[in-house]
């Protein structure tokens, strides 16, 4: 059975994603505290930003977020459950899409729109039909359950699938996905740290510039070089 979708029906990820493939993912209690991580994260080569639906406020600072940062970071929601909020998200800017499960009506959404659009699953079918639905990629969640080796397995019957693991992900672990074959990362707390609760945004920044180096490093090396 081909497992792949026609070019013209998939959205492909962005060159900002292909060139730091890191994906940050910020909580916090509300949107308009974002904009200084988002400037932390940009200064240490993290320029693929995940605002996640359960912080209030994000459709309304979503267009000014887009906006600001035009050109130097893309501004992606996650943690989207519904066909609904993806048409939200999109009207707002949204320059990608994260699920934490699978669901078509999100992935078609972003399809009609060429969205890249990341729809999360755990077990092969639920990847497969992500990935089959036109997906970018889809988002191994949650990945520290099952360790980079689980990729392999998947290459097996699904050699051009594209994932992206996320979930229980740190910095350190971070490399050895990439070297087994993921997109990108997606780094949440062990990114992001105490930076909402008033921590250090140099101490951030540094941390940004940690992983974006490693998973630069790990690239590099995988066959056929960088992404």
């Given at each position: 059975m081909n497992?792949?979708?026609?070019?013209?029906?998939?959205?492909?990820?962005?060159?900002?994603?292909?060139?730091?493939?890191?994906i940050a993912v910020l909580r916090a209690g509300h949107a308009s505290e974002y904009a200084p991580v988002v400037e932390a994260l940009i200064r240490g080569g993290v320029t693929s930003i995940e605002l996640t639906l359960s912080t209030a406020g994000v459709f309304a600072e979503m267009p000014a977020l887009v906006s600001?940062?035009?050109?130097?970071?893309?501004?992606?929601?996650?943690?989207?459950?519904?066909?609904?909020?993806?048409?939200?998200?999109?009207?707002?800017?949204?320059?990608?899409?994260?699920?934490?499960?699978?669901s078509?009506?999100?992935?078609?959404?972003?399809?009609?729109?060429?969205?890249?659009?990341?729809?999360g699953g755990f077990t092969p079918t639920e990847l497969l039909t992500g990935?089959?639905?036109?997906?970018?990629?889809?988002?191994?969640?949650?990945?520290?359950?099952v360790g980079k080796g689980y990729l392999a397995h998947l290459r097996g019957p699904f050699p051009g699938m594209q994932v992206i693991p996320s979930?229980?992900?740190?910095?350190?672990?971070?490399?050895?996905?990439?070297?087994?074959?993921?997109?990108?990362?997606?780094?949440?707390?062990?990114?992001?740290?105490?930076?909402?609760?008033?921590?250090?945004?140099?101490?951030?920044?540094e941390r940004a510039r940690r992983a974006s180096a490693l998973v630069a490093e790990a690239a590099a090396a995988v066959p056929g070089g960088a992404l």
């Open positions: 497992t792949d979708t026609p070019s013209t029906s998939r959205p492909v990820p962005s060159e900002l994603l292909r060139a730091h493939p890191v600001r940062f035009a050109g130097g970071a893309e501004i992606g929601v996650g943690t989207i459950t519904s066909e609904d909020e993806a048409e939200q998200a999109l009207d707002c800017g949204a320059q990608f899409l994260v699920t934490p499960a699978m078509a009506g999100v992935v078609d959404a972003a399809v009609r729109r060429n969205v890249p659009v990341f729809p990935w089959s639905a036109g997906a970018t990629a889809v988002k191994l969640f949650p990945a520290s359950v979930g229980g992900v740190s910095i350190e672990d971070a490399p050895a996905w990439i070297g087994a074959g993921a997109l990108a990362v997606s780094l949440g707390g062990p990114l992001i740290g105490d930076a909402f609760a008033g921590g250090s945004l140099e101490a951030l920044t």
